[in-house]
């Protein structure tokens, strides 16, 4: 059925939309009118006032009476305390062919009911299921995250729930569209004063339909605004957990009844993964109560799961339900913060006949070790500063003016022997001023699987501005012979005694307001401290408070003061803009005389100190070129050159710098917008050959609008010099990107040392090898992809090694090591078979050396592969996706300069015959060479400094 003119429905709606609300009514109008706006016009409004208290009630009234026959109003006279029985009220006066339920604070795809309708009809399905999108507001406004989006990548149609129990993942029941008929005809409504209630009634509706179609349309805007709490978020409530248990206990029962082990089993599966988890890393903001009683309800729930679910259920999840059940909620908790990557290690973890696991209690079953076996994650082939262990403040006092902070790191695996030389450092630093920093030497001790400390320290040398830094946060930072660490303090086990210390300091702006600091948890668990304003003036202020005229006089100063605060952070976000500092880059700074010999490099956006700027900067210091070089730095400084002036990308000083430079050098592109003064030198060095699509050649630029590829021409304009390694870079790089810059035909920088064998980088890469313990003999294989996107169309942020690492210990561990480079955009996944190891291309920016200490590569069509391919060393192109070979500049495997693979089998076999794949492929790798680095010959660096630079060194001379 469809909607007359101006919205009207002649013969009944397609579609009612169920909208529940609460106490609600500033945006309530916001969710009907997302619903009154749908394309497809047959839909009605059901407003149901769930017994508010304020004017949600005439508002819906309201709403109804602006708009006769679509928007109808409901009040329940006493509110229920949950969701379920305002739903039930709307669907018993739906009258539409489908239902759709919407809550008052989220809104509905403007094509959701037309999308979901069309599914439904074409399909015969009872039930259809689109994407939910988490829209975060307020500060992070704009920010979005699908809701399990791997469900919903293709249209799909499921005749049983059994069809894909990972529907069970998704049991929102607001994403959905439900055929009438077929609500009444199973009795189906929500269970009433239970929060949670979506998951029965969605596990219900899964199992009577017929049919569930899922279509990967976005239906659904979860707004997520700051400070707002949802009944059902209300997780530090104790009783909020006993909701969720026992609607899951009423799931195996409905379960059960259906007789499907599986399904349990994947039920289970989902409670370990998802439910449980959501509680246990909330715990550490909880207090001993809440936390004893948490572990009592779930270590009886967990008690009745199925017997496969440890086995089934994520590695983490598994470990952290199975130890909950045990109790040891301390390993449990640690196992549930644990993430991977940049998590924090709460184990101290256990060794045993060659394998490591995550609890001292491994070995009470063969089961035991089993789900607690973590040899997997490679946590024994990390450093200590990889592993990033937990920190725990255990005491803090003060006595006689002085602090005391106590506390213990783990030393997980014994990692810090105990002739280690260890010194440690606490560090207290503003919040928002992070320079703001104190710091004091701390006293370190072994103490079985810890590492004691403890700092003893004057407060009032803690000197706080009082305006601006309120706030601050607490690190500890050791040195273990030479490898730093540093590490966050868990104030978890202080209690609530440290909360009535409060450490004397002396404000520099605000003494008669605030006097102390006082220590506090914050919601991630860590502890910090904050101003405690109970001064002189802060008492006066209270007392003036109190008085008769005291409050209206107080309110009109607040006012006052947040009207300051807001005009002050107006000015400030205003100034500190990227808009106003292109502004006045362009219009101001760069009518600033250049200052001679000043170079600012730049290499990937100022990720690392890398590429073919730093060897170039490299050539400038042997050849004694008086250069002023600048180094811009995206997030830190550390491992950029100490004799170079650093400054932060995107900062006041860095667009100064800019602005007045003689030579810009960089390898990807200066921020757009800022215009280059005729008299500055951009030397554009570029980061690679091209095999895939570049600039204008991309079809997303291609059909991009005419503002898109105005900016990329305006971005490439400014180049005065473009580097190109071979004829090819003449015909793809510099004709897809637009390039009318002096193409300089003289190889990479970054290459010259694996053409000319330069000391100093080969230098690099021994030290390289000694730490990364290559030294025993085996051959060593880097595997080095480029970055790509996910079947998602979203990037791939973790790399997994090409082959399983138990198949590469067994069949090829004893003769080679695989080392795994993932693009600097990514991150390499942990993997501990003998003989892998990841290289986390953060802490080794520089490929070069890699290369160079390499036997062999194992890329995909990464452009490192025109790099590598100067050593004529063998080389395997691994491309698992076909489509990958295709859409380039050339036939990847009529000129690849090695075997091709597209399976782990042929991967193997081409690793395990590794020398006769480098005598069969010598040929093809030399006509590889000369088509694609002709011009590389070891002297890209010196002739960009003999073709620039001369005219700055001869000047110095003449000076």
Same mark, same amino acid.
């Given at each position: 059925?469809?909607?007359g ?12 939309v ?16 997302s ?8 839909v ?5 006032d ?11 009234e309201?709403?109804a ?27 018993a ?8 339920f919407?809550d008052?604070?989220?809104v ?13 009809e074409d ?9 939910c999108?988490?829209?975060?507001t ?49 009795g189906?409504?929500?269970?009433e004063r ?5 998951l029965l ?7 009577a ?15 997520v ?13 104790l ?9 899951h206990?009423?799931?195996?029962a409905l ?26 890393r ?32 994520h ?14 909620q301390?390993?449990?908790l ?39 076996d ?22 803090l ?36 001023r ?8 701390a ?15 004057d ?6 501005v ?9 690190r500890?930072r050791?040195?273990v ?41 914050t ?14 003036a802060? *008492?006066?202020? =209270? %007392? +003036?408070? !109190? /008085?008769?005229?005291? #409050?209206?006089?107080? &309110? @009109? ?6 009207a300051?605060? *807001?005009?002050? =952070? %107006? +000015?400030? !976000? /205003?100034?500190?803009? #990227?808009?106003?500092? &292109? @502004? ?6 760069s009518?600033?005389?250049v ?14 100190? @890398? ?15 008086p ?30 710098e ?8 960089d ?13 500055t ?16 050649d991309?079809?997303?630029?291609k ?18 010099c ?41 230098a ?6 000694r730490?990364?313990?290559l ?8 595997y080095a ?44 996944r ?8 990841a290289?986390d ?7 070069t050396?890699?290369?160079l200490?390499?036997d ?10 025109f ?69 590389d ?7 960009v400094?003999e073709?620039?630079f001369?005219?700055v ?7």
């Open positions: 059925m469809r909607a003119p101006h919205g009207h429905v002649p013969h009944g709606p397609d579609v009612s169920v909208v529940i609300a609460y106490n609600d009514a500033g945006r309530l109008p916001r969710a009907v009118g619903a009154l706006r749908q394309s497809l016009g047959a009605e409004v059901v407003v149901v769930d017994g508010s208290a304020d004017e949600t009630g005439p508002v819906a309201r709403l009476a602006e708009h006769p026959g679509r928007v109808r109003a409901v009040r329940l006279p006493v509110n229920s305390g949950g969701c379920g029985r305002p739903r039930n009220a709307g669907v006066r739906a009258r539409g062919r489908y239902v759709m919407l008052s604070d989220d509905l795809d403007p094509h959701a009911c037309l999308n979901l309708l069309t599914a439904a399909t015969g399905a009872d039930l259809v299921s689109g994407l999108t988490r829209v975060h307020g500060r992070v406004r704009g920010r979005e995250r699908p809701w399990y989006p791997w469900l919903y990548r293709r249209t799909a149609v499921y005749g049983a729930l059994r069809d894909n129990p990972d529907l069970l993942y998704d049991t929102l029941a607001t994403n959905k569209l439900y055929r009438r008929a077929f609500l009444e005809g199973h189906l409504r929500f269970a239970l929060h949670y209630e979506d009634f969605t596990a219900e509706a899964y199992l339909a017929s049919r569930t179609a899922l279509i990967p349309h976005r239906v659904y805007n979860w707004l605004e700051p400070h707002a709490r949802s009944i059902s978020s209300r997780r530090s409530e009783a909020n957990f006993a909701d969720r248990l026992e609607i206990r009423r799931i195996d379960l059960l009844r259906h007789g499907d082990e599986e399904l349990r089993l994947a039920k289970d599966v989902k409670f370990v993964n998802h439910d449980l988890l959501l509680y246990m909330d715990l550490p903001c909880r207090d001993a109560a809440y936390r004893e009683g948490f572990r009592a309800l779930a270590a009886d729930y967990l008690a009745g799961l199925h017997p496969r679910v440890y086995e089934e259920a590695p983490m999840a598994a470990i952290a339900a199975y130890l909950l059940r045990e109790g040891d301390d390993g449990a640690a196992a549930a913060e644990y993430r991977g990557g940049s998590s924090v290690l709460g184990a101290a973890l256990r060794r045993d006949d060659g394998r490591v696991f995550w609890s001292g209690r491994y070995a009470s079953s063969d089961r035991a070790r089993r789900i607690l973590v040899t997997h994650l490679g946590l024994q082939h990390c450093s200590l500063g990889e592993l990033r262990p937990l920190n725990v403040a255990t005491e006092t003060v006595r006689d003016g002085r602090a005391r902070l106590r506390g213990h790191v783990l030393n997980p695996l014994g990692k810090v022997a105990g002739d280690a030389t260890v010194t440690a450092v606490l560090e207290l630093y503003a919040r928002k992070p320079r703001r920093m104190f710091r004091v030497a006293t370190v001790a072994h103490a079985g699987d810890r590492l004691v400390w403890e700092a003893d320290f407060p009032r040398r803690v000197r706080p009082g305006a601006g830094d309120a706030v601050w946060d607490v500890l050791l040195d012979d030479g490898e730093e660490v540093v590490t966050r303090l868990s104030g978890r086990e202080l209690g609530g005694s440290a909360e009535r210390v409060l450490l004397p300091v002396r404000p520099r702006l605000s003494r008669l307001a605030a006097r102390g600091l006082r220590p506090y948890t919601t991630g668990g860590h502890l910090a401290f904050v101003l405690h304003r109970d001064g002189r802060w *008492r006066t202020a =209270r %007392a +003036a408070a !109190r /008085a008769p005229l005291g #409050r209206p006089v107080l &309110r @009109a100063a607040r006012r006052m003061l947040a300051v605060r *807001r005009l002050y =952070r %107006a +000015a400030r !976000r /205003a100034a500190m803009s #990227r808009a106003t500092k &292109r @502004a006045v880059f362009n219009h101001v700074l009518r600033l005389p200052r001679t010999g000043t170079v600012v490099f730049e290499s990937h956006m100022g990720r690392h100190y @890398a590429d073919n700027p730093k060897y170039i900067h490299r050539e400038l210091c042997r050849a004694g070129v250069v002023r070089a600048v180094w811009a730095y995206e997030s830190s400084p550390r491992g950029f050159p100490e004799d170079a002036v650093l400054v932060r990308r995107n900062s006041w000083a860095y667009h100064w800019l602005a007045r430079a003689q030579f810009w050098i390898n990807q592109g200066f921020p757009g917008g800022l215009r280059k003064r005729p008299e030198t951009y030397i554009q060095t570029w980061h690679g050959s091209a095999y895939k699509l570049m600039g204008f991309q079809p997303r630029i059909s991009a609008g005419p503002a898109e590829r105005a900016r990329l021409s305006r971005m490439v304009e400014r180049f005065d473009f580097l190109i390694r071979s004829r090819h870079d003449a015909d793809t790089l510099v004709k897809g990107l637009g390039v009318r810059a002096e193409l300089l035909p003289a190889g990479y920088p970054r290459n010259d040392p694996l053409v000319n064998g330069d000391p100093d980088t080969a690099e890469a021994q030290a390289l090898r730490s990364l313990g030294d025993d003999g085996r051959r060593v294989v880097l992809p480029t970055f790509r996107l996910g079947p998602d169309g979203r990037p791939v942020r973790y790399v997994d090694p090409p082959i399983d690492p138990q198949r590469f210990a067994r069949e090829l561990g004893g003769a080679m090591v695989l080392l795994v480079r993932p693009h600097y955009l990514c991150r390499a942990r993997c501990a078979a003998a003989g892998i190891r290289v291309a953060g802490r080794l920016p520089d490929v050396p890699l290369l200490l390499a062999a590569l194992v890329t995909d069509h990464s452009s490192l592969m790099d590598y391919a100067l050593l004529d060393r063998p080389m395997i192109l691994h491309v698992p996706d076909p489509q990958a070979l295709g859409g380039g500049y050339f036939d990847l495997t009529e000129h690849a300069p090695g075997p091709v693979t597209a399976t782990e089998d042929d991967l193997v076999a081409a690793l395990a015959d590794l020398d006769r794949v480098a005598a069969r492929y010598a040929p093809r790798r030399r006509a590889f060479v000369q088509r694609f680095g002709e011009y010959r070891g002297t890209a660096a010196r002739a400094v073709r620039f001369t005219t060194r001869e000047g110095a001379r003449d000076g």
